[in-house]
Nanobody, 118 residues
């Protein structure tokens, strides 16, 4: 089993910055993909960014150039540095871990609220 614990959410003014962290613990494979997703009220959960254990990144078009995903494999931790925040970035941000060994194992954190005021 795997547990994901997010931290770093909060309230920030438009144009500001926040850094989210997610620590994974438990049975973690050396090859995996960690990522951040978000869900605003009334909307479906959407991809924000992902990063493989090898460091390959992928971003939603809406956050390219503003958000940076990174990870520390030695600490099983993924980060999301968010800059130039906009009110439309307001959402609950969820950490995700996907790993595969004969089948897919997919895990979610409990979520952390990010609120951007105008």
């Amino acid at each position: 089993q795997v547990q994901l614990v997010e931290s770093g959410g909060g309230l920030v003014q438009a144009g500001g910055s926040l850094r989210l962290s997610c620590v994974a613990s438990g049975s973690i494979f050396s090859v995996n993909v960690m990522g951040w997703y978000r869900q605003a009220p009334g909307n479906e959960r959407e991809l924000v960014a992902t990063i493989t254990s090898g460091g390959t990144t992928n971003y939603a078009d809406s956050v390219k150039g503003r958000f940076t995903i990174s990870r520390d494999n030695s600490k099983n931790t993924v980060y999301l540095q968010m800059s130039s925040l906009k009110p439309e970035d307001t959402a609950v941000y969820y950490c995700n871990l996907d790993q595969r060994r004969f089948r897919s194992y997919n895990y979610w954190g409990q979520g952390t609220q990010v609120t951007v005021s105008s």
